[in-house]
């Protein structure tokens, strides 16, 4: 199995910078794309940043220019570092990849558990 664990989120001032972390685990031969998407109360689950395995990003308008996606392959960890929060960032953020196991073809996608992200005075 592939396993995903999230660190980092936390309660932030608005304007206030914050970074959360994303390890992957587990019997893992590669990992094609990770991304963070994120859930507010009543909302539906929304992609945040995705990055591919060479690098190649991607971002939702609204957090263009203040939330930088990255990635280390060799620890097979994401990241996404959080600038200029606004209270609208207000959400469980999920860590996604979509991985490939050793010992079996095709990829398939896991996500993590979770973490809490609020930006609030």
């Known amino acids: 199995q592939v396993q995903l664990v999230e660190s980092g989120g936390g309660l932030v001032q608005p304007g206030g910078s914050l970074r959360v972390s994303c390890a992957a685990s587990g019997s893992i031969f590669s990992i094609n794309t990770m991304a963070w998407y994120r859930q507010a109360p009543g909302n539906q689950r929304e992609l945040v940043a995705s990055?591919?395995?060479?690098?190649?990003?991607n971002y939702r308008d609204s957090v263009k220019g203040r939330f930088t996606i990255s990635r280390d392959n060799a620890k097979n960890t994401v990241y996404l570092q959080m600038n200029s929060l606004k209270p609208e960032d207000t959400a469980l953020y999920y860590c996604y990849c979509n991985a490939v196991r050793l010992g079996f073809s095709g990829s398939y996608n896991y996500w993590g558990q979770g973490t809490q992200v609020t930006v609030s005075s």
């Open positions: 990055i591919a395995r060479g690098g190649l990003t």
